[in-house]
């Protein structure tokens, strides 16, 4: 098994609430300093302890199983802003939010998500008809055609 498949499956058997997910892991750096990432969520979020006790629960397994050696750095967090939804378990947990869709012909689809299956996921786009911004006809849009997807951030 190689390390990226040994430190998710560590990661998964800490994440002891039903609703945390691992998002993604990330193994950067050299022989000599390596960086891990692991990005981990929640269906109705994550707090900042449970990013701690995930955190010092690897730590330990990482040393006590000696996987990657003395050097190396191990950072425990949540998707930002700017990150592309990965599982579909984010889609579901994002329902009523607007994104920003890339498909993969490059086109890109806005709008408010209103529902999202295990194969793909509807979004209610918004038009902009004299000066209103008014809902149209839902499009459902297969997984297998997403490229990239965002959550757009509202201020108002």
């Known amino acids: 098994m190689d390390l990226q498949a040994e430190i998710e499956k560590m990661a998964n058997s800490l994440i002891t609430e039903s609703t945390h997910f691992l998002v993604d892991t990330v193994i950067s750096g050299n022989k000599n300093l390596k960086k891990i990432m692991i990005v981990v969520d929640g269906d109705q979020g994550i707090t900042i302890e ?3 006790r995930l955190s010092r629960g690897l730590s330990s397994l990482l040393d ?3 996987l990657i050696g003395e050097n190396y750095t191990l950072e425990v ?3 930002g802003v700017d990150t592309p939804l990965k ?3 984010q889609y579901q947990k994002n329902v009523g939010r607007n ?3 890339t498909l993969k012909d490059k086109s890109q689809v806005k709008g408010k998500l209103v529902a999202a299956t295990d194969s793909q996921i509807e979004i209610a786009p ?3 008809q004299n000066k209103k911004k008014q809902e149209v006809k839902k499009i459902e849009i297969p997984f297998d055609l ?3 997807a965002l959550v ?3 201020f108002k």
């Open 64 to 66: 006590e199983k000696e």
């Open 50 to 52: 449970d990013c701690a």
């Open 152 to 154: 757009q951030i509202s």
């Open 77 to 79: 967090t949540t998707p």
């Open 126 to 128: 918004e038009e902009k």
């Open 146 to 148: 997403i490229d990239k």
């Open 99 to 101: 994104l920003k869709v």
């Open 87 to 89: 599982l579909k378990r």
